[in-house]
């Protein structure tokens, strides 16, 4: 079986913005492929660059260097009008603001039709599919509301159909649940994983929530600018997980990054001591190792006391001294 071509394909991304007369680097070499009609999380401190991945995915911002490709495009060689249509038909975005997602003066209904009416789907078309959108983000009963009718589980999931109305390829969200309770996180990752299981359209999901991040079965962290590491979990029939490993992430000229709890724990720092074993690599502290305990050394029994006859004799010199 021919392996599966990468849908994402991320080799050394770098992303420098210039602030003032300072170039900060937002990505650093990141490297990354993700599979077609694959679901992940991305995690990270504020910071490490993860807004910047999404932004360069969505066309939102051009690399600076390396190579960047969504199925057979590159972000890197887009011209403008090619990078307008890139952004209509290819990739749907969900922002974390609500505000940012809907037109507050439309309803549910014609904020779904908007992106369709833009790409010069028809009347009745773009209707009957704004309306299965709606319904299968389970809204079919606000249809005509305005978003200040809306809670804000439901103005996130009136934005998951606002961003797949153009049937794209890619769908990225920033922090989908960073405004709403538990349940209503729940409701939008459950909308979430169901889309991309039924129209599997690949999904990129960042977040801080850590719930979130346990239900994917693929969870990459990214820190200063590179990809650090990598959780993989495994499921049942059922789908409950039966094997979860964590991996350090290999760059393509070898470096890695430890994850932050071992380096915390091993109170690692500057540099450390390795050892190449058979299959594996061995990682340690770069503390001086501690002197060996020796036992004192043992006397020879031979020499351990004068025999009795030397002492008597040496005593017997000492008296006549003395006399």
């Known amino acids: 079986m021919r392996p599966v071509e990468p849908f994402v394909v991320a080799d050394g991304v770098v992303k420098i913005y210039k602030v003032a007369d300072l170039e900060v680097f937002a990505l ?26 999404l932004n360069v995915l969505g066309g939102l911002d051009t690399p600076t260097a390396g190579t960047l490709r969504v199925g057979h495009t590159n972000l890197l060689e887009l011209k403008e009008r090619e990078r307008v249509e890139y952004k209509r038909k290819m990739v749907g975005f969900v922002w974390q603001q609500k505000a940012r997602n809907l037109l507050p003066y439309l309803s549910a209904l014609e904020n779904v039709e908007l992106p369709m009416m833009l790409a010069g789907v028809r009347g009745r078309k773009r209707r009957t599919r704004a309306m299965g959108l709606l319904e299968a983000v389970g809204l079919h009963d606000r249809l005509q509301h305005r978003p200040e009718r809306l809670s804000g ?15 794209p390829s890619l769908l990225l969200a920033d922090e989908p649940t960073g405004e709403v309770d538990s349940a209503a996180a729940d409701t939008i990752f459950g909308v979430l994983r169901d ?19 346990r239900r994917v079965d693929r969870v990459v962290a990214i820190r200063d600018g590179r990809t650090a590491t990598e959780i993989r979990r495994r499921r049942d029939i059922a789908g409950h997980v039966i ?14 990054q430890l994850p932050a709890h071992f380096i915390d724990t091993l109170k690692l720092k500057d540099r450390v001591r390795l050892e190449l074993e058979a299959d594996h690599v061995g990682v340690w502290p770069d503390h001086e190792p501690s002197a060996p305990k020796l036992d004192p050394p043992r006397a020879d029994p031979a020499q351990a006391a004068p025999q009795p006859e030397a002492a008597v004799a040496d005593d017997s010199r000492w008296r006549r001294r003395q006399s």
């Open 195 to 213: 889309l991309n299981q039924r129209l599997g359209v690949t999904v990129i999901v960042v977040t801080h929530d850590a719930q979130v991040a």
């Open 243 to 256: 094997l979860e490993e964590e991996f350090a992430l290999l760059d393509r000229v070898g470096r890695l």
């Open 28 to 53: 650093q070499g990141l490297d990354l492929e993700i599979a077609p009609g694959e679901m992940l999380a991305l995690v990270g401190a504020s910071g490490s660059g993860k807004s910047t991945l």
């Open 153 to 167: 589980g439901e103005q996130q999931r009136t934005a998951i159909a606002v961003a797949l109305a153009n049937e």
